[in-house]
């Protein structure tokens, strides 16, 4: 059975209404909506600071962290790079193998490189299962930016897009990936694909569903 959001959205709502002052920040960005977000949901921990750029190995453990939950889970493969420690092996290896994330070539994954905002889109598009639809629009790098523009994945997009993204900006694609669709093949053997309505990451990897209103009072006050 599907859990509701009700213990999330108590945290979240806390959070939200904390003064500037309580909100860790670092250098003058405070963390955003999508920051709090993934805190509450244990995507990112306090080691993630909200205005650096976020380390290709961080992206891959915040993949690694919706996916199993937290759980320890084994059985993802054998890792092809040289270049990654024992620490970080089960979250590259869940996310080579998985396509979300690949190499930077000769058997390397340069965990400590950061992000790129183009890398970015193409991990959160092949995570929804939209790859074959940006291969069909172009491939990398435009049909992958039109199919993310089209999924509303993203606001405020940088100059260029090879631009290193903050903690912050993947944070809130997160966060706002969490009304997308999953696109999921229904015929094997042949190229179709549908996407189930209903069905999103957050139903799938942490059986919750989603409920939009308004709230008007909790047990700390009256908002009426």
């Known amino acids: 059975m599907k859990r509701s959001l009700a213990a999330f959205l108590t945290v979240f709502m806390l959070l939200a ?5 309580a909100v860790e920040t670092t250098g003058e960005e405070e963390q955003s909506n999508g920051m709090r977000f993934a805190l509450a949901l244990n995507i990112m921990d306090e080691t993630y600071h909200a205005s650096e750029a976020l380390t290709r190995r961080q992206l891959a453990e915040c993949y690694y962290n919706v996916i199993t939950n937290h759980a320890d889970i084994t059985g993802f493969g054998e890792t092809i790079f040289t270049d990654v420690e024992a620490d970080d092996l089960s979250a590259v290896t869940l996310c080579y193998n998985t396509g979300i994330m690949t190499g930077t070539g000769n058997g390397t994954f340069s965990p400590d490189e950061p992000v790129t905002y183009i890398q970015l889109i193409k991990t959160m598009v092949v995570f929804l299962g939209y ?7 172009g491939g990398y790098p435009y049909g992958y ?11 405020d997009p940088p100059e260029t897009i090879e631009a290193y993204v903050t903690a912050n900006k993947v944070a809130e694609m997160f966060r706002l990936s969490v009304d997308v669709p999953l696109m999921q093949r229904i015929t094997y053997g042949s190229r179709d694909y549908e996407v189930e309505y209903g069905d999103t990451w957050i ?10 209103g308004t709230v008007k009072a909790n047990h700390m006050t009256n908002l009426g």
């Open 17 to 21: 209404v904390m003064p500037a002052g």
């Open 131 to 137: 790859e074959t639809r940006a291969i069909a629009e």
């Open 145 to 155: 930016i039109s199919v993310a523009n089209a999924l509303r994945l993203y606001k």
């Open 203 to 212: 139903n799938v990897y942490r059986d919750l569903v989603k409920y939009r």
